[in-house]
């Protein structure tokens, strides 16, 4: 079978179904492989910063991974800004949405909010911004986290003198997290904290 037969869903028949199924799940395996090529279209995305939107997301999991973050902080880094080609509104929840099923609940809400959080840097420069829109947040088991998560990888990734490790240097990281079961409960761990430093890994890092 190559395609199925049916043009109205409720007339597909239980083999259509299953061929699909098996197609989808195939599909599914690329994910990784769209993203990062997705990546490389953010340099036609936002301009007039010093660097390109591919440079602030590398940078941005270039300075995690030398704090010695996990993989689910790097990644989370390197995808925070993914959806602003195509949700440039609401991107941190178009990230969020991608990231969800396959990284740690705790990455998944900063990524989600952080664009809350960046106001603090800029929102009381422009007219009709709240510069503490982070504050609905409050009291959020992640909200030290997420404010963490600005303060020392985004907020401070657009650096064009910076060092930054090359995007295929964290392609074999994206690969193993999309290929995760998703919504594993053991990768999820609603409502556990991993800090975004650590020493010893970042030291080993060098």
Request: proline share 4%; charged share 30%.
């Amino acid at each position: 079978m190559d395609k199925v037969n049916f043009t109205q869903m409720k007339d597909g028949t239980k083999e259509e179904y299953e061929f699909l199924t098996a197609h989808e799940i195939d599909h599914t395996k690329h994910t990784a492989h769209r993203l990062l090529k997705a990546l490389v279209d953010l340099d036609e995305s936002l301009s007039g910063y010093q660097i390109t939107r591919l440079g602030h997301s590398v940078q941005s999991a270039t300075r995690a991974w030398r704090d010695g973050a996990d993989i689910d902080w790097v990644v989370s880094a390197l995808l925070h800004d993914i959806g602003d080609i195509y949700a440039p509104y609401n991107h941190d929840e178009y990230a969020a949405t991608i990231l969800k099923p396959f990284v740690r609940e705790q990455c998944a809400w900063c990524v989600q909010t952080h664009g809350d959080f960046q106001m603090l840097y800029y929102g009381h420069h422009l007219d009709g911004f709240d510069q503490h829109k982070r504050e609905r947040h409050a009291g959020h088991p992640y909200f030290d986290d997420c404010a963490e998560f600005c303060e020392r990888w985004d907020q401070a990734s657009f650096d064009p003198d910076y060092d930054d490790l090359p995007l295929e240097f964290f392609a074999p990281m994206v690969e193993q997290v999309f290929a995760r079961k998703p919504y594993d409960p053991a990768v999820i761990r609603a409502g556990e904290r991993e800090p975004l430093t650590n020493t010893s890994v970042a030291a080993e890092r060098e």
